[in-house]
C-alpha cells in the first residue's frame, strides 16, 4: 500500500557528502545546506566528497532527519525553510562535474538474462543493454556514450518501463559522475574511464573489496575521515595514521592490502613511506593510491606512475566519488592478473 509521506521529497542526488564529511542538500548552485545544522555554506566543485549511501541514509533516518529514502528520492523530514524545486537540476552539469545517466532496474543479477531479452524484443537493443553491476541489473547506452541530460534520461526510462511493465516498471534514473572539463564530458581515450558500466560498478560494487585491509595515512584530519568513511563503505577494514613512522608500524601489524597515503607528511616524503612500506609488504599484495597536492609537477606524476608504480596517483581536489573509482579499479586490474 502507498504511503504519504510529509516530509520534503528531494531527487536523491542532490542529497550528498561533501569531502569534510557533511552530509547535505542542494538548492542551487554554489549553496548547500547542512542536514544536521540547517545552516546553509558556499559550495564549490572541489568541496564536492560523494553520493550518499543507503548506510547514510540509514543514519539521518535514525537521527529523525530523513524520514524515508529509495533509488530515486529521499524524504527529508523537517528543514529550516521550504525551498523552490526548480532550481534543483543544476547540479547536473558544473565545471567539473558532469553527471551521466543510466537506469537501475532494482532487479537481481540473476534477471540479467531475461531483461535483455525483454530489450531486444522491444526493439530497444539497438540503443541499450543490460549488465550487472552490484548485484542489481543496470541498463545502460549500447554505445558506452552515458545520458548528460536528466530530460533525455526520464524519456528514456518510460521507453524501457513501457517494453516491460511488470518486469521494469520499478526502473529509476540513477547517476555516476563523470569526467569533465569546463562543464562537458571529457571523453580520456581509457575504456575505464568512459565506459559508463564500469564506472558504475566502481561507485556500487564491493566485491571486490569486501573484507580486505586498510591503511590510511594523511596529514589532515578531516581527508582521513572522509577516506575512512569512503573505505568502511566499499567494506575494508581500515586503520589511520597522521606520519608516516605510524603508518609503517601499522602496515607491520596489520599488513594491508591497501595504503592511501599522502605525499607530503610531517616526518617523511610519501617515496621514502612507500619504500619502506614495500620491504615489509611484498608490491604484488599491496596496493598504493597516492594523494599529491595540485602544485605536483609533470616529473613528479610520471615518477610516481612510471619508477615508483603506484596503482593511481591523484591531484587534490579529490572527489570520494573519484577516489573510490581508483581503489576499485586498482582492486579490479589485481584481479585479473
Not at 144 to 164: F, G, S
Not at 271 to 293: F, G, M, Y
Not at 296 to 309: M, T
Request: glycine share 6%; with cysteine; charged share 25%.
Amino acid at each position: 500500500m502507498f504511503r504519504a509521506r510529509s516530509g520534503s521529497a528531494v531527487p536523491r542526488e542532490h542529497v550528498f557528502v561533501l569531502v569534510d564529511g557533511t552530509r547535505v542538500v542542494q538548492w542551487r548552485e554554489g549553496e548547500v545546506q547542512d542536514l544536521y545544522t540547517g545552516r546553509t555554506r558556499a559550495f564549490a566543485d572541489a568541496d564536492y566528497g560523494h553520493a550518499i549511501t543507503d548506510f547514510e541514509l540509514s543514519i539521518l533516518k535514525d537521527a529523525g532527519l530523513v524520514e524515508a529514502y529509495n533509488a530515486r528520492y529521499v524524504w527529508l523530514s523537517s528543514l529550516p525553510e521550504r525551498q523552490r524545486f526548480s532550481e534543483l537540476r543544476v547540479q547536473e552539469r558544473s565545471k567539473n562535474r558532469v553527471r551521466g545517466f543510466y537506469f537501475n532496474t532494482t532487479l537481481p543479477e540473476s534477471e540479467l538474462p531475461r531483461v535483455q531479452r525483454v530489450l531486444e524484443e522491444a526493439g530497444l537493443a539497438a540503443h541499450y543493454r543490460a549488465v550487472s553491476r552490484g548485484g542489481v541489473v543496470a541498463v545502460v547506452n549500447i554505445d558506452r556514450v552515458p545520458l548528460l541530460q536528466l530530460d533525455d534520461a526520464e524519456r528514456a526510462l518510460q521507453q524501457i518501463q513501457a517494453a516491460a511493465p511488470e518486469l521494469l516498471g520499478r526502473t529509476v534514473v540513477a547517476f555516476v559522475d563523470l569526467p569533465a572539463q569546463n562543464g562537458q564530458y571529457r571523453r580520456t581515450g581509457t575504456s575505464e574511464l568512459h565506459d559508463l558500466a564500469a564506472v558504475i560498478a566502481s561507485q556500487t560494487d564491493t566485491r571486490l573489496t569486501a573484507g580486505r585491509r586498510a591503511v590510511v595515512v594523511c596529514r589532515s584530519k578531516d581527508e582521513t575521515q572522509a577516506i575512512s568513511r569512503l573505505l568502511a563503505d566499499m567494506r575494508l577494514e581500515t586503520q589511520t595514521a597522521t606520519g608516516g613512522q605510524q603508518a609503517l608500524d601499522l602496515l607491520r601489524s596489520h599488513q594491508p592490502h591497501l595504503l592511501v597515503m599522502d605525499l607530503q607528511l610531517a616526518d617523511m616524503h610519501g617515496w621514502q613511506l612507500l619504500a619502506h612500506a614495500r620491504e615489509i609488504v611484498h608490491p604484488d599484495s599491496l596496493l598504493t593510491v597516492v594523494l599529491a597536492d595540485r602544485n605536483l609537477s609533470s616529473n613528479g606524476q610520471a615518477f610516481g606512475l612510471g619508477v615508483v608504480k603506484v596503482s593511481a596517483l591523484l591531484t587534490r581536489p579529490v572527489s570520494m566519488a573519484r577516489l573510490r573509482q581508483a581503489i576499485w579499479q586498482a582492486f579490479q586490474r589485481q584481479s585479473l592478473r
